[in-house]
Each structure stands twice: as structure tokens, then as C-alpha cells.
């Protein structure tokens, strides 16, 4: 999978390169406005990271440019304004996400792999672990072959937890995850509530694991 990263800062950049191609993804970086015309006009890319600002000009303005002429390549745009009024702009001028600077690597290889199996031909992906089974295209998850019924937040933890199913994930990582649009709740104890309820449903309280003074993890 080809992927396209608009970032002025070479540094930054690089690093994001970096992170990427460990996860086996081909990169392709453009340090700035112009640079990132001309990759996008000579390449076909199966997701574009672009940051909001640029040296040579205005990431926003390059989202428009692009959705004008019709290309439908899924961008997610990055950016440390984090005004909800900023957020709406930029998902009115086309863009697929939004992640607000700084984030975690974690919730940007989940937002990615969101969009790319968004766009993929092949959208039924199944994530099992033990007993427990994840339907990433129906949304859906499977106890034994038993539904759980999990709200929106809990299939959102859950599918965090089965693909990063060898990591710890802090709270703030966690909580990253199911608060996209609000910022101002990222401290509170939702994420140890819908964890509670997560073990209950799943009938597995030691499914989800607490690591003391970090976060959680699956027990696989």
C-alpha cells in the first residue's frame, strides 16, 4: 500500500516514514505544498497524511484543490488546531479523519487501517482471539458464536485492544481513541467504565487485562 505524507517539517516527516514502513507500508514524502502536487499527479496512492501547515502553503487549501478535480484518494489530515471549528472545516472540504497534534502512533495506524479497509475491495475482516471474535464490516462481536452487543465505544476499545493484541495501550491511548471529537473529557474514568462493561459482556473478565500504573492489555 502506497501511502503519500505532506509534512514541511523533514524531521517529522522522516520519522512518520519510519513508523510506516516498519508497518509495512511503501511511503512516498512531500516537504511542502508544490512538492506534494506534483506526487499526487504522477502517482496513485492508497491514503495521503497531510498536515494542515505547510512552508509553501495551506494543507486545507490543498485538500480543496484535490477533492475539485475529483481525486477520491482518502486523506487524514494532521494538525495541532484542535478547535471543533477547525475540525468541521477541514471534514467539510473533503477530508476522510481528523487527528489533532501530538498523537499517539497507536491511534494513527488504527485511523489508517479505518480508512484503507474503508476503501478496500476485500472489507470483511475478522480479528479472533480465544473465544472472542471481531467483525470489523458488520461491526459485530461474537462470544462462543454468541453476540455480544456492544455500544459504539466498546467495539471501538475492543477492536483497539485485538489489533495492537501485543501491546499495552495506556489510558490516554485509549481514551485518544473513543473521544475523536471531544477533547475535554480525555481524563476521565470512561475508558475503566466501558472497560468494565466490555468484561461483563464478553463474560471474560480476565480477557482485558489491567497493567497497574500504565493501562491495559488483551490476555492472549
Known amino acids: 500500500m502506497d501511502i503519500l505524507i505532506v509534512e514541511d517539517d523533514k524531521i517529522v516527516a522522516r520519522q512518520l516514514a519510519k513508523l510506516l514502513e516498519c508497518e509495512k507500508y511503501n511511503c512516498d514524502i512531500a516537504f511542502g505544498y508544490t512538492n506534494a502536487q506534483k506526487c499526487i499527479d504522477e502517482n496513485n496512492y492508497g491514503l495521503i497524511l497531510l498536515d494542515w501547515n505547510l512552508g509553501d502553503g495551506d494543507g486545507l487549501e490543498l485538500l480543496k484543490e484535490i477533492r475539485e478535480i475529483e481525486i477520491r484518494t482518502p486523506v487524514l489530515m494532521l494538525s495541532a488546531n484542535s478547535e471543533i471549528n477547525d475540525r468541521v472545516a477541514v471534514l467539510d472540504s473533503g477530508a476522510d479523519d481528523y487527528l489533532c497534534k501530538p498523537y499517539s502512533n497507536v491511534e494513527l495506524l488504527a485511523r489508517m487501517r479505518a480508512l484503507l479497509r474503508r476503501e478496500s475491495p476485500e472489507k470483511t475482516i475478522n480479528i479472533v482471539i480465544g473465544d472472542v471474535t471481531l467483525d470489523t464490516a458488520l461491526r459485530e462481536v461474537f462470544v462462543s458464536g454468541e453476540n455480544a452487543h456492544l455500544t459504539t465505544a466498546e467495539f471501538d476499545l475492543l477492536e483497539l485492544f485485538m ?20 477533547y475535554g473529557v480525555k481524563h476521565s474514568n470512561l475508558v475503566d467504565v466501558h472497560i468494565k462493561n466490555l468484561r461483563k459482556k464478553l463474560k471474560q473478565k480476565d480477557f482485558i487485562l489491567c497493567v497497574r500504573g500504565v493501562g491495559y492489555k488483551i490476555n492472549k
Open 163 to 182: 489489533q495492537n493484541s501485543n501491546q499495552v495501550l495506556t489510558r490516554y491511548q485509549l481514551s485518544e481513541h473513543i473521544n475523536k471529537d471531544n
